[in-house]
């Protein structure tokens, strides 16, 4: 089985930096991702890190370190716009389907 | 391009009354599928994912149901709906399996 633990709500200012953390426990680990979810709406894809160290796109970053079991995402450069829920989610090695499970999520709000 | 949809967007249904979700991915070939349900303040949930037609697997025992009658199809049913089945149903797909889900733009089904 997997659990995946991330904090429930942050609280950032726009044009700041926050990095959201997450930690997992699995039997097996084929990746970590990254997405982001707007209220109402569906999921989408943020990252992808499957070795260690950090991932950069644009104005986020993942990063994994797969012996402490640990990934973060990092939102720079904070927007009204990046106000959302973002989810961390492990990929199992062991299942053939590519299954994802998630953690509950972390609900950013930016302030200005 | 590969596109996903889903219908209806929002539904309310009475308590006893039966359910059927649909969701179809275009341009792609034997996608992996899943359904997933979001209840208010829990995580997404893994409910059926499927790797082939006629292929389910449950994740969860309830009251629910799936079936995959086409490749490409991907249905979630129920022949009477609990309060409990009241969420945010989200249809997924996946391919080469090491770049997470593209989800569906989800179904918010309220049962009174």
């Known amino acids: 089985g997997q659990n995946i633990d991330q904090p429930t709500e942050m609280t950032a200012t726009e044009g700041a930096i926050v990095q959201i953390n997450c930690t997992y426990q699995t039997s097996g680990f084929n990746g970590l991702f990254w997405y982001q979810q707007h209220a109402g709406e569906a999921p989408t894809f943020l990252s992808y890190n499957v070795l260690d160290g950090l991932e950069e796109k644009g104005r986020f970053s993942s990063f994994l370190s797969r012996s402490k079991g640990y990934s973060y995402l990092l939102l720079k450069e904070l927007q009204m716009k990046d106000s959302a829920s973002y989810l961390c989610?492990?990929?199992?090695?062991?299942?053939?389907?590519?299954?994802?499970?998630f953690g509950k999520g972390t609900k950013l709000s930016v302030i200005p | 391009s590969q596109t996903i949809h889903q219908w209806p967007a929002t539904l309310v249904q009475p308590v006893g009354s039966p359910l059927s979700l649909e969701c179809t991915v275009e341009g792609t070939s034997n996608p992996n599928l899943y359904w997933y349900r979001q209840a208010a303040g829990r995580g997404l949930q893994l409910l059926f994912y499927s790797v082939g037609i006629g292929q389910i697997s449950s994740e969860v025992p309830q009251n629910l149901s799936a079936s995959r009658p086409q490749d490409r199809q991907f249905i979630l049913s129920s022949k009477k709906l609990l309060l409990s089945d009241s969420g945010f149903y989200l249809c997924?797909?996946?391919?080469?399996?090491?770049?997470?889900?593209?989800f569906g733009s989800g179904t918010r089904l309220t049962v009174v």
């Open positions: 989610a492990v990929q199992d090695s062991g299942a053939g389907s590519y299954q994802l499970t």
């Open positions: 997924a797909w996946s391919v080469s399996g090491n770049y997470g889900y593209t």
